[in-house]
């Protein structure tokens, strides 16, 4: 396995999208998760919320090319499909600032290095409205000290601090750990007695 | 020291803590469906990885099977190739398999418990978010996206952070007409649909314990619904009896040790608690959803609260002071993981007897599996849908999600037994869901709009 890479601070333009609770369906509509692989996802990243609104942000030439999502509460709730971080990812997204996640969404992000930091309310309404206003800012989200400036603005905005760690250190795509020490993975299961049949 | 079944699983499961500060987590089932496994089986490939346990992982088709006709070649090509892809891996892989036609095939939250897959005390692995269902059984269960199901089938472990954990008490007589679905849509509604994240939530109390392992399934289920990666009932009596002669439950001899063990994990009753919650029983109304998340609900006599600027109120047509009873319907559908069961079908069946459904409605019966379905043939039940104007389908997820042809058109409303209302699930952008029980979804299907069961609950005793 290729050595993963520490992934320690995301620059880049924004590109907010407002409301709490926005699931993974509408991230990314069920019907595209009909593929036996991940490969052009990108396209329908919000796809029925975009055709329903043509001034949703994914719509809005201003936000072209941006990279970093900035959302309210409770992103990503619902279905556990990584097909909604995948499609967010492979469409320029590379980390996402809002006031709450759900877990697995932020659990599927984080494997594929995609960090998701959370910030108060008021923090990120600021941030939205300054892209909104600004969509040219550089905004830049620094793992390691939780802080994301976009010009002259600065919040705190931390990620959970396990995640934090797998960044700075490149260890954020587990697998090569879990298979590090497997004979600790044979032990457990033989004290498991439903392994051993009772 | 007294402790909560959460933590005695999960330290009986514990491997290591990892050099990021996570927990490694032994896995002692995986069950994999055809949506979400094709490419972690890809990234095993590309690493050259084998699977670490076969034996611990099983596999079925769900989410993309037509209902209506299971011939194979499916007419859908990508359903087919995403079958094919799923029956190549597992035969590459030894991984046992149960494709379309074979009788142990059905949604694998569905499956799992009745083949007794599903024991107390395991943690329990899948790539899907209603995973929580196997909390029914005492199991720590997670949903899992596609890079972990990766990870179980190279390491049988996953990374985690722990969880807190929330005891919800009901306590108290559900009155008829009420179901678990409704004491879990009231649970949704009370906490939020985000109140449960970072936490897994422990049901319990009197209600719980009297309730059958199917309701609890339904109670489980949804805890995704409220932010909770899991939920769980603590095992006990009932939990035995349901897994006793189960064909993966340990026999003779092994199951009276496995019950001795089972009952050691349920949670001490002086055990400490992040937060408690109490709910009555006697205060529950049939739930029903207004809106597009599952905590959005009202009983089925009330009106609706919110601010008007809620999105929800104008993607579903509704205004605050409306209310939910009285809303024509154009689909009933009963069916999906939360709902499918041989229980539901049966409560379903009581209220559409000698019943027709309205004539506007497109109303369908859909088992949770091939052995659901076949129970509820050798009881009429099929017999009785199929005489009231019901359709009678095939075991799958159908139109909880709509990945196969059953989906909603246009604008239509949905009384919908399944687990989510959220903008589009059902396979129409601007399709709308209601959530509601089983027997609330028939007497939708009868009336042609939501009423309140209990009126025809009324009817069938009299």
């Known amino acids: 396995m290729s050595q993963a890479q520490a992934i320690l601070s995301v620059t880049g333009r924004g590109l907010p999208v407002r409301g709490d609770d926005i699931d993974t369906d509408r991230i990314m509509p069920a019907r595209f998760l009909k593929a036996v692989s991940f490969e052009g996802l990108e396209r329908h990243v919000f796809e029925d919320d975009r055709a329903a609104d043509p001034w949703h942000p994914f719509n809005d030439a201003r936000y072209k090319g941006a990279s970093i999502l900035v959302v309210n509460r409770n992103f990503g709730c619902g279905s556990s499909r990584e097909h909604a971080p995948q499609g967010l990812a492979r469409f320029g997204i590379a980390a996402v600032v809002g006031e709450s996640f759900s877990e697995i969404f932020q659990g599927n992000a984080a494997v594929m290095g995609l960090p998701c930091f959370a910030a108060d309310r008021e923090s990120i309404d600021r941030l939205q409205s300054i892209v909104e206003k600004t969509p040219e800012v550089t905004i830049t989200a620094d793992v390691q000290s939780g802080v994301v400036t976009a010009g002259d603005v600065r919040i705190r905005a931390s990620l959970p601090s396990a995640l934090r760690d797998a960044f700075v250190s490149g260890q954020w795509n587990p697998t090569a750990m879990l298979l590090d020490r497997f004979e600790e993975v044979r032990e457990v299961a033989t004290r498991l007695p439903y392994v051993t049949g009772f | ?462």
């Open chain 2, 1 to 462: 020291m007294a402790n909560t079944l959460f933590h005695k699983v999960w330290d009986t499961h514990t491997v290591r803590r990892l050099p990021s500060g996570q927990t490694q987590l032994f896995a002692g089932l995986h069950l994999i469906h055809e949506v979400t496994s094709p490419q972690a089986f890809d990234m095993l490939r590309q690493h050259g990885w084998r699977v670490a346990f076969p034996e611990r992982t099983f596999a079925t088709v769900d989410h993309i099977v037509p209902t209506s006709s299971q011939r194979r070649p499916f007419l859908d090509v990508m359903a087919e190739e995403m079958t094919v892809a799923l029956e190549r891996n597992c035969r590459e892989f030894g991984i046992p398999f149960w494709p379309p036609d074979h009788e142990n095939q059905g949604i694998v939250h569905v499956i799992g418990p009745e083949l007794g897959l599903t024991q107390p005390g395991m943690v329990i692995a899948c790539g899907d978010s209603h995973t929580s269902t196997h909390g029914a059984f005492g199991a720590i269960a997670f949903g899992i996206g596609t890079s972990q199901v990766r990870d179980v089938l190279a390491s049988q472990s996953l990374a985690l952070d722990p969880l807190k954990v929330r005891r919800i008490d009901v306590n108290g007589r559900l009155n008829p007409g009420v179901y678990a679905k409704d004491v879990i849509l009231t649970i949704i509604r009370r906490l939020g649909v985000r109140g449960g994240v970072g936490y897994a939530y422990e049901y319990g109390g009197d209600t719980i314990d009297r309730m059958s392992l199917e309701e609890r399934m339904t109670i489980c289920n949804m805890s995704i619904e409220g932010g909770a990666r899991a939920g769980y009932v603590n095992p006990d009596d009932t939990t035995f009896a349901f897994l006793k002669g189960r064909r993966f439950a340990p026999q003779g001899a092994a199951f009276d040790r496995a019950v001795a063990w089972w009952r050691s994990l349920a949670s001490d009753a002086n055990a400490g608690y992040d937060d408690r919650v109490g709910l009555t029983a006697g205060s529950i109304e049939p739930t029903v959803t207004w809106g597009i998340n599952p905590g959005q609900s009202v009983g089925v006599g009330e009106r609706i609260d919110g601010d008007a600027r809620d999105e929800a109120f104008a993607f579903m047509g509704f205004h605050p002071g409306d209310r939910v009873a009285g809303t024509k319907i154009d689909v009933a559908f009963i069916g999906s993981c939360t709902n499918s069961r041989l229980s539901d079908l049966e409560e379903a069946a009581r209220i559409v007897r000698g019943h027709k459904v309205a004539p506007h409605v497109k109303a369908l019966v859909v088992p949770g599996s091939r052995t659901v379905s076949q129970a509820a043939e050798a009881r009429g039940l099929h017999e009785i849908f199929r005489s009231a104007g019901f359709e009678w389908r095939g075991a799958g997820c159908s139109m909880c999600l709509a990945m196969n042809p059953d989906r909603l058109e246009g604008r239509q409303i949905c009384a919908s037994s399944s687990n989510r209302n959220f903008k589009g699930r059902q396979g129409s952008p601007t399709g709308r869901t209601l959530l509601m029980s089983p027997a609330m979804v028939a007497a939708a299907a009868i009336a042609g709009e939501v009423v309140d069961v209990r009126t025809m609950l009324d009817e069938v005793t009299a």
